[in-house]
């Protein structure tokens, strides 16, 4: 059922489309026709921009035409004139969000919450360099009707968030911002509008209770261009039973290759004979990255086997119709590939038959995608923490006029052909298993406790699963608040009657091919 919006207004300068439900033109016909096309070089090609002067129903019918073509569920997607929408660039961005299924899964859950757009000079800076607009604190919305709570859940150095007087640090929660009570207020623009700004160089003000602490102070942060640090917290913890590895692993970009890397050479030299991958605010990026961490945890045994195939939809059996190569199984690479790292060189390895997994509802997609390979090769994983998102889907980024579409493309499937996980993965003990079980425990995520401290629940859970041959720690009291609980990455968080709309679109969008096939 489509209703049109106020936006949805047609572009009147623009030629009738004479359009009729099912016929469709190549996309290519459309493609950098533009309603406002941008001037200038490309900082990302250093060429000019590539967009002509056309108009946004042209820009609509770019997207209808590769969303009849690429989409995984294409048959659902209703079929909406593209002059309905199209009076203006907000307005291509309704009518794409309308090229999508509205279908539910088994268990109710939208069959497509992965349906977005990115602008494209921010997806560029974000995916190849890591570099965002913000204050750089990850926040967790705990309670998302009042009596409200908002946490710090991490931090990047260097950021706005460490420096200076601010010097925020996981578990510090938030009272006020910009003088607007965080706990039980109403006024959720103003909330909104400093928890996330839209540009850098903004200074909001924050009342803060850190964590151990009975006082509250106020800082100010000033919004800039922060460098996302992906891969933190490595670290060698010693046991009666040996030594086990451990690491954050907060996004799947490209300077992530040259972080794991380190990394996994770090705790590969340290002779750790078990390692605990933390990918609770994980929601994904680039499955080439995804790979090659799976490579470095199970060792030479993965060599030649398959790490993912990827599933288009039937129009597409045997090629791959974005970058035209058959279509044959990722692999588990065994060396750089030359995101961040020169190409060619062989990966560190930890050779192992097992891996300690922490998660949360934020464990999204190429997350997933590790966790499901190694199952495909019979590498154990065992799960600390809460069901993860259920995306076994993907999509490449497709550019057109400033802006990049994500729109679901293909599903991963491993070695053993298995990717129906659409619920997410769940530890078996699991008051009711929502997702694809796997041994593990249920934990609630402990703001109380640095990431990587022994102490921490999910990390002592781990540790203590391993060293009592598969003991649990009580399930968690109210397991409705783990779902409730999101980081900032997640689609929509309510306050109150009305969403924080940016807590947040993923800052990652999920499972991200590249269109080089060379490797």
Same mark, same amino acid.
């Given at each position: ?59 609509? =019918? ?8 690429? *989409? ?53 800076? *974000? $995916? ?15 309670? $998302? ?74 800082? $100010? ?10 891969? &933190? ?47 609770? *605010? ?5 499955? %080439? ?21 990827? &599933? ?12 035209? =190569? %058959? ?18 060189? %062989? ?13 949360? %509802? ?46 679901? &493309? ?36 402990? *703001? ?38 999101? $980081? ?18 993923? =800052? ?8 080089? &096939?060379?490797?």
């Amino acid at each position: 059922n489509v209703s049109q919006s106020s936006s949805a207004q047609s572009d009147t300068s623009s030629s009738q489309t004479d359009f009729e439900k099912g016929i469709f033109s190549p996309a290519s016909t459309y493609a950098d026709m533009c309603g406002a096309p941008r001037t200038g070089i490309d900082s990302s090609t250093g060429s000019a921009f590539p967009d002509g002067q056309g108009t946004f129903v042209d820009e609509n =019918n770019w997207i209808r035409a590769w969303s009849n073509d690429l *989409y995984l569920w294409y048959s659902e997607i209703e079929d909406v004139d593209p002059e309905s929408y199209s009076g203006s660039t907000s307005a291509v961005l309704e009518y794409f969000d309308l090229m999508k299924s509205f279908e539910t899964t088994a268990s109710g859950a939208s069959k497509d919450r992965f349906h977005f757009t990115y602008d494209t000079e921010e997806w560029n800076a *974000y $995916s190849q360099s890591g570099v965002t607009a913000g204050y750089g604190a990850e926040w967790v919305l705990l309670s $998302s009707s009042p009596p409200r709570k908002i946490v710090v859940a991490y931090t990047e150095p260097d950021s706005p968030a460490t420096t200076g007087d601010a010097n925020l640090a996981r578990g510090a929660e938030i009272l006020t911002a910009d003088g607007v009570d965080v706990i039980n207020g109403s006024d959720t623009a103003t909330l909104n509008a400093a928890f996330f700004p839209a540009n850098t160089g903004e200074t909001h003000t924050f009342e803060v209770k850190d964590l151990g602490s009975e006082e509250t102070r106020t800082i $100010s942060l000033t919004s800039a261009s922060v460098t996302i640090d992906p891969v &933190q917290n490595v670290k060698v913890l010693e046991t009666d039973s040996g030594k086990v590895g451990y690491l954050t692993f907060n996004n799947h970009i490209a300077t992530a290759e040259s972080e794991l890397i380190s990394a996994i050479t770090t705790l590969s030299e340290s002779n750790v004979t078990d390692l605990v991958l933390d990918l609770r *605010y994980n929601s994904g990026g680039y499955l %080439a990255i995804a790979s090659q961490l799976a490579y470095m945890i199970a060792g030479p045994s993965a060599s030649g086997q398959t790490f993912e195939l990827l &599933q288009f939809n039937d129009k597409h059996p045997s090629t791959n119709p974005v970058t035209g =190569n %058959a279509l044959t199984p990722t692999p588990f690479y065994s060396n750089s590939i030359g995101l961040s790292v020169s190409e060619g060189s %062989a990966l560190p390895y930890l050779n192992l038959s097992r891996v300690f997994v922490l998660t949360s %509802a934020d464990t999204c997609s190429a997350s997933e995608a590790i966790m499901n390979g190694l199952r495909g090769i019979d590498v154990e994983v065992i799960q600390i923490g809460g069901t993860t998102c259920g995306k076994p889907y993907g999509f490449y980024g497709l550019d057109n006029c400033g802006t990049t579409y994500f729109s679901i &493309q293909f599903k991963g499937v491993n070695a053993k052909g298995y990717g129906d996980y659409s619920d997410g993965f769940s530890p078996v003990n699991t008051a009711t298993v929502e997702g694809e079980p796997l041994p593990g425990c249920v934990v609630s995520d402990d *703001y109380e406790h640095a990431l990587g401290d022994a102490n921490e629940a999910m990390l002592s859970a781990a540790l203590n699963y391993r060293s009592t041959s598969g003991s649990c720690p009580a399930l968690p009291v109210a397991l409705s608040e783990m779902k409730n609980a999101r $980081s900032s990455k997640t689609t929509t968080v309510t306050i109150g009657e009305a969403p924080l709309s940016k807590m947040q679109r993923p =800052n990652v969008p999920g499972r991200v091919a590249l269109k080089r &096939q060379n490797h």
